[in-house]
T-cell receptor
Framework: EADIYQTPRYLVIGTGKKITLECSQTMGHDKMYWYQQDPGMELHLIHY???????EKGDLSSESTVSRIRTEHFPLTLESARPSHTSQYLC???????????FGNGTRLTVT | QKEVEQDPGPLSVPEGAIVSLNCTYSNSAFQYFMWYRQYSRKGPELLMYTYSSGNKEDGRFTAQVDKSSKYISLFIRDSQPSDSATYLC????????????FGTGTRLKVLA
């Protein structure tokens, strides 16, 4: 059973819309991450957070932003969606760096 | 050159076969190694987590790490149709880092 929850599971939206992908975890983990996953490609880190009010951009250039106001909640926002944002977005958490990542079931985003 | 190389498959085996999945890597600083299983339309699920070299067994699954060859393996004994999924390897370096490097995944199909 997943202890990390992502909503929505699927989203189809038009170009230029603002969207927020939700992620919540019940494990009390300090570290949270957003990854992008495309077919046949490795996971790419978009954003990570090491605690409340502490967020950093990952290695993959992204037009998204994140916030971490509560330990359990790590939403990702796209101010203006574009077709190039079409992908699967995975949220993950860990209790420490180097410890295993726990993933949600992802949000599959399609921008038309 | 990618830091982690993983054969994408697909790999098809008959039920009951022993499956060997492998990843090679180039960064000698990697010390933490993980294997994830990902079913279609789900997030990755942790199968095995190992530190440094050696073997680890959990039920039908065995993870091996050979740091001298920069090679990790996951063996599945008595494979079942329910093992049909994509298997991702992941690794991170020793000094508390947010970076986890993933392979592209190997698709496995176990035929009944």
């Amino acid at each position: 059973e997943a202890d990390i929850y992502q909503t929505p599971r699927y989203l189809v939206i038009g170009t230029g819309k603002k969207i927020t992908l939700e992620c919540s975890q019940t494990m009390g983990h300090d570290k949270m991450y957003w990854y992008q996953q495309d077919p046949g490609m490795e996971l790419h880190l978009i954003h990570y957070s090491y605690g409340v009010n502490s967020t950093e951009k990952g290695d993959l250039s992204s037009e998204s932003t994140v916030s971490r106001i509560r330990t359990e909640h790590f939403p990702l926002t796209l101010e203006s969606a574009r077709p190039s944002h079409t992908s699967q977005y995975l949220c993950a958490s860990s209790y420490a760096y180097n410890s295993p990542l726990h993933f949600g079931n992802g949000t599959r985003l399609t921008v038309t | 050159q990618k830091e982690v190389e993983q054969d994408p498959g697909p790999l098809s085996v008959p039920e009951g076969a022993i499956v060997s999945l492998n990843c090679t890597y180039s960064n000698s600083a990697f010390q933490y190694f993980m294997w994830y299983r990902q079913y279609s339309r789900k997030g990755p699920e942790l199968l095995m987590y190992t530190y440094s070299s050696g073997n680890k067994e959990d039920g039908r699954f065995t993870a091996q790490v050979d740091k001298s060859s920069k090679y990790i393996s996951l063996f599945i004994r008595d494979s079942q149709p329910s093992d049909s999924a994509t298997y991702l390897c992941a690794m991170s370096a020793s000094s508390g880092t947010y970076k986890y490097i993933f392979g592209t995944g190997t698709r496995l199909k176990v035929l009944a």
